[in-house]
């Protein structure tokens, strides 16, 4: 059956144009009624939509059928009479990207995205939340990309004030030296500003692994162009202490301590529970 289309209008652009939005931002600020939902995991948007406009969501006791509407701070609220919470916790999925895949909520000319490979894996209790990919790996890069529901947690990641590293492997079309990977070390200078310098191993002739604490585009190769080593195939293996350990196309869910000790993330300490 065709879906539906979103209401027409809505008040403010989602925070990254590579995601699907992210969590209830706290009592300072209302969010209108089918985002509330969709950002604490309750329905996807779209069903959230369906199920406002059919009646079934009640905010303090009246019912409510414009999903715009705004929810008051405080607000209680029920689907189906039942009581739901919009405190969502943060979750963060480790995706392991495939090649030929786009970073982004449109495919391209028939290439596909990685949220058409990773959303139906998920289980119906992550299934209903909205998903922000933390930061983008180009189309033929593959490797860590991390999903979250939290957009704090996106820009904490992201953000090059934070010095997260992020480890990438290239392999490289030239044979590589420790002189022409030297100036890597040291900050080489790209057409939008200098990189700052990286920590630089060669593991062969032909790869060599390269960690930053920065993330503008394609900046892994173009590094690496900018010392005479082309790029041939790059894949991330690692962000911050979250180390890729699934298979190809899979994910698996971090645990509060990978989020808050991995990914040096404050949680609220109540939350940090697992292990
Ligand atoms: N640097 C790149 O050049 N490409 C990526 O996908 C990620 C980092």
Same mark, same amino acid.
Request: proline fraction near 10%; aromatic fraction near 4%.
């Given at each position: 059956?065709?879906?539906?289309?979103?209401p027409?209008?809505?008040?403010?652009?989602?925070?990254s144009?590579?995601?699907?939005?992210?969590?209830?931002?706290?009592? %300072?600020?209302?969010?209108?009624?089918?985002?509330?939902?969709?950002?604490? =995991?309750?329905?996807?948007?779209?069903?959230?939509?369906?199920?406002?406009?059919? =009646?079934r969501?009640?905010?303090?006791?009246?019912?409510?059928?414009?999903?715009?509407?705004?929810?008051?701070?405080?607000?209680?609220?029920?689907?189906?009479?039942?009581?739901?919470?919009?405190?969502?916790?943060?979750?963060?999925? %480790?995706? /392991?990207?495939? %090649?030929?895949l786009l970073?982004?909520?449109?495919?391209?000319?028939?290439?596909?995205?990685?949220?058409?490979?990773?959303?139906?894996?998920?289980?119906?209790?992550?299934?209903?939340f909205?998903? /922000?990919?933390?930061?983008?790996?180009?189309?033929?890069?593959?490797?860590?990309?991390?999903?979250?529901?939290? @957009?704090k947690?996106?820009? /904490?990641?992201?953000?090059?004030?934070?010095?997260?590293?992020?480890?990438?492997?290239?392999?490289?079309?030239?044979?590589? @030296?420790?002189?022409?990977?030297?100036?890597?070390?040291?900050?080489?200078?790209?057409?939008?500003?200098? %990189?700052?310098?990286?920590?630089?191993?060669l593991?062969?002739? /032909?790869?060599?692994?390269?960690?930053?604490?920065?993330?503008?585009?394609?900046?892994?190769?173009?590094?690496?162009?900018?010392?005479?080593?082309?790029?041939?195939?790059?894949?991330?293996?690692?962000?911050?202490?979250?180390?890729?350990?699934v298979?190809?196309?899979?994910?698996?869910?971090?645990? @509060?301590?990978?989020?808050?000790?991995?990914?040096?993330?404050?949680?609220?300490?109540?939350?940090?529970?697992?292990?």
């Open positions: 059956m065709p879906r539906k289309p979103p027409p209008r809505r008040p403010s652009p989602s925070p144009k590579h995601a699907h939005p992210g969590r209830w931002e706290g009592k %300072a600020k209302p969010d209108w009624l089918s985002r509330a939902l969709a950002r604490a =995991g309750v329905l996807p948007q779209d069903e959230a939509e369906d199920a406002i406009q059919a =009646g969501v009640t905010v303090n006791g009246k019912v409510v059928k414009h999903p715009l509407a705004p929810v008051p701070p405080g607000a209680s609220l029920r689907l189906d009479g039942v009581p739901i919470s919009l405190e969502a916790p943060t979750r963060v999925l %480790a995706f /392991h990207k495939p %090649a030929e970073t982004s909520t449109v495919g391209q000319h028939g290439v596909g995205t990685v949220y058409e490979v990773l959303l139906p894996q998920l289980p119906p209790e992550l299934a209903g909205t998903w /922000h990919a933390v930061g983008r790996l180009d189309r033929g890069t593959t490797g860590l990309l991390l999903f979250t529901n939290d @957009d947690l996106v820009t /904490h990641v992201t953000s090059p004030e934070t010095h997260l590293t992020k480890r990438y492997v290239a392999t490289v079309f030239s044979e590589a @030296d420790e002189a022409k990977v030297e100036p890597l070390r040291h900050g080489v200078q790209l057409e939008d500003g200098p %990189a700052r310098p990286a920590k630089v191993r593991r062969d002739s /032909h790869t060599v692994e390269v960690t930053v604490t920065e993330g503008r585009n394609h900046q892994v190769k173009r590094m690496l162009g900018a010392v005479g080593l082309p790029v041939r195939a790059l894949h991330r293996e690692a962000v911050g202490g979250v180390e890729l350990d298979p190809e196309g899979t994910f698996r869910l971090l645990t @509060d301590t990978e989020i808050s000790e991995g990914l040096r993330f404050a949680l609220p300490s109540a939350r940090v529970t697992t292990s």
